[in-house]
């Protein structure tokens, strides 16, 4: 705390609690602790999340102009969120609950759902499980297991009403601070944004895009 950091938000941080410490009149003491007696908090210090990234703020905003802005993030941090309300993987500043797939409120929201990609299993289920709308954004692989979780033949089951393939951009992603740039991989590949609604069918069966049926292969 003496010298300092490089790092503007730790430097806001401590800013901020010594305001407090002076407002209520607190006399904070720091204290020298050796790094192999400081193993756990150290170690929280260098953890990573591997799927820190957000999608393109603009490709968002045009997505919830077609179909409605949604009312919590459900795979977010304090650093990527895209709505005021979000749950997170870790405890962190704003987040209204840990981990996303342990709520039971997920009826009561419309659901926006970026999840890292091992998860759209999980959340195909809870989506289904609770009737819960839902805005899904997830690549576009008929060859992957959970792809038969979504549609049979040329067609998405019921309980999407709706499917906007993105733009393949350079920018289509953006990394959070613990992740150095989004991987290369994903320029490759289309990704989607689904509109989930189990309480009533659609009109019509809506249609896979053909042409990404073709040429997407999960790696």
Known sequence: MGQGSTDLRLNKIVLRIISLTMEHDITLLSTWVPRDQNKIADGLTHLEEPCDWTLNADIFQKIVAQWGLPTIDRFASHSNHLLDRFNSMLRCPGSVGI?????????????????????????????????AASILVLPL???????????????????????????????????????????????????????????????????????????????
């Not at 009826?107 to 009737?131: A, D, G, M």
């Not at 999407?160 to 590949?189: D, I, K, Q, Y």
């Not at 990704?191 to 896979?208: D, G, H, T």
């Open 99 to 131: 981990n996303g797939l342990a709520q039971r409120d997920w009826s009561e929201h419309f659901n926006w759902c970026f999840p890292p990609f091992n998860l759209i299993p999980l959340v195909i289920s809870i989506i289904r499980q609770f009737s």
């Open 141 to 219: 692989w008929p060859s992957s297991p959970w792809w038969p979780l979504l549609s049979k033949g040329q067609h998405f089951f019921p309980f999407v009403h709706g499917c906007r393939v993105l733009p393949r951009l350079e920018n289509l992603l953006t990394p959070g601070p613990s992740t150095a740039s989004a991987p290369r991989a994903f320029m490759r590949w289309t990704f989607l944004a689904v509109l989930c609604f189990s309480a009533k069918p659609p009109p019509q069966p809506i249609p896979i895009p053909s042409y990404a049926c073709r040429t997407q292969v999960h790696p």
